[in-house]
């Protein structure tokens, strides 16, 4: 954490707090009154189990808007894609071992875990829950999980506990809490603060005339789900897409079409980043020339000459100063000795190989495996995991590689 966030950019925010059901629930209302204090829109949403250890009254005398406690039976019929909509962030105080369980795995079954699956602002975790069930490792797998997904945690404290034994479990102090939501709403907090990273996502399209191209089957997951953990592990994200998927809150999305667009919005960028991510599926080759008008189908089938377009990825080899340059790479056979001839070729620090045969991984699907080569010699192969999950996975490889450039830097200063 790089010093201690200055709480006026909470100022306006709007922040749920999501209250679970253990004994320091009753810590959660000092953090909202806190977080009230700093200028925060805060709506509290309290689990039922919550509501055994402190009242609704209490959230909603102190905050700036009534405490729900339930998907069902108020005025608004779907309550949690509204708070997961406008939330700036989310924070969970304290976060029982079942709601982080629920949230690992993707359950939503009340609000609370509703709201969480239904945003793409930061989420903010304090857990408390006892020593016994926070070393459990079902409980440390899960909170792996979220971390790799970009989840930010105020990591419990050591202390007196509520059965009068002592040990780690106990929730952070709520001025702990604050500080660390104001931190991730700064991006002074997470792995990749002070980090720019661009990304590219999606597979360009080269136009034959007016309404026909040629593309690739790229869907964009791969290069968003990228974008958007890079964002919540504190990174200053640009995606240069060619999709029109959501990206998480904060990410600059570059809208681009074909290779040449795409080429521009890399080149124009790229003295000012620290990483650059091609998961783009960039076309090869495009058509010389482009048909002012539709081409008829009566006039026969048309000559389409192709050349080629620019290597983007390359040109970033070529003029690397400071930059981590990440490549992917689609391959269907012979798929390292493939890849780790790009890495040459291109100048990379890392390039993640997909074998795209295979049916559950590379385009369009949810899931990827990957091959991970690295330039220092390193090869580590993924399961079968989540896009976001792996995006995870390559984010801590750059996380690595960045450390000698900013223990230099910090010296510096
Ligand atoms: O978008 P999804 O549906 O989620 O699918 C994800 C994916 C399969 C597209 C992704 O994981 C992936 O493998 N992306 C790279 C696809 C590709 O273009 O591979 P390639 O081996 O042809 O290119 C190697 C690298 O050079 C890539 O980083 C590519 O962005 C870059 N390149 C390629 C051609 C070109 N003209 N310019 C480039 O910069």
Not at 26 to 49: I, M, N
Not at 72 to 97: E, K, W, Y
Request: charge should be negative; proline fraction near 6%; aromatic fraction near 4%.
């Amino acid at each position: 954490m790089a010093g201690t966030p200055d709480l006026a950019c909470l100022a306006g925010r709007r922040v749920v707090l999501g209250v679970s059901g253990g004994i320091a629930a009753y810590k959660a209302v000092e953090v909202c009154r806190r977080l009230v204090d700093a200028g925060a829109f805060v709506s509290p949403v309290l689990t039922q189990d919550a509501l055994r250890f402190v009242g609704e009254v209490t959230f909603s005398a102190l905050a700036s808007e009534p405490a729900r406690t339930s998907l069902f039976g108020g005025s608004d019929p779907i309550p949690h894609t509204r708070l997961g909509q406008a939330a700036d962030l989310i924070v969970i105080a304290p976060c029982t071992a079942k709601t982080l369980g629920k949230y690992a795995a993707g359950i939503s079954d009340d609000l609370l875990s509703a709201t969480l699956l239904a945003t793409r602002a930061p989420v903010l975790i304090a857990p408390a829950m006892h020593t016994e069930m926070w070393e459990h490792p079902a409980v440390q797998e899960n909170l792996q999980t979220l971390r790799r997904r970009g989840v930010h945690v105020v990591d419990p404290e050591s202390g007196r506990l509520a059965g009068g034994d002592s040990g780690e479990g106990r929730l952070a102090s709520p001025e702990a809490i604050v500080a660390a939501a104001a931190g991730v709403l700064a991006g002074s907090l997470g792995e990749l603060a002070g980090v720019r990273v661009l990304v590219t996502a999606g597979g360009t399209r080269e136009p034959i005339d007016p309404v026909r191209f040629v593309g690739n089957r790229s869907s964009g997951k791969m290069g968003h789900a990228l974008a958007d953990v890079a964002a919540a592990r504190g990174a200053a994200v640009t995606l240069v897409t060619t999709t029109g998927l959501p990206a998480a809150a904060g990410v600059e999305i570059v809208p681009v079409a074909t290779a040449e667009e795409m080429a521009d919005a890399v080149f124009s960028r790229y003295p000012e980043a620290d990483v650059v991510v091609m998961a783009a599926a960039v076309a090869d080759f495009r058509p010389k020339a482009v048909a002012p008008e539709k081409l008829k189908k009566q006039a026969g089938v048309p000559e389409v000459v192709l050349e080629p377009t620019p290597d983007i990825l390359a040109g970033l080899g070529e003029r690397k100063t400071h930059q981590v340059l990440v490549g992917f790479a689609a391959e269907t056979e012979h798929v390292v000795e493939h890849a780790r001839a790009k890495v040459e070729a291109k100048n990379l620090d890392l390039i993640v190989a997909n074998d795209v045969s295979a049916p559950d991984q590379g385009f369009e699907v949810d899931t990827n495996r990957g091959i991970l080569i690295e330039s220092s010699g390193f090869v580590g192969e993924t399961p079968l995991v989540s896009k976001v999950e792996l995006a995870g996975l390559v984010l801590d490889r750059i996380t690595g590689m960045l450390a000698p450039e900013r223990a230099r830097r910090e010296e510096q200063q």
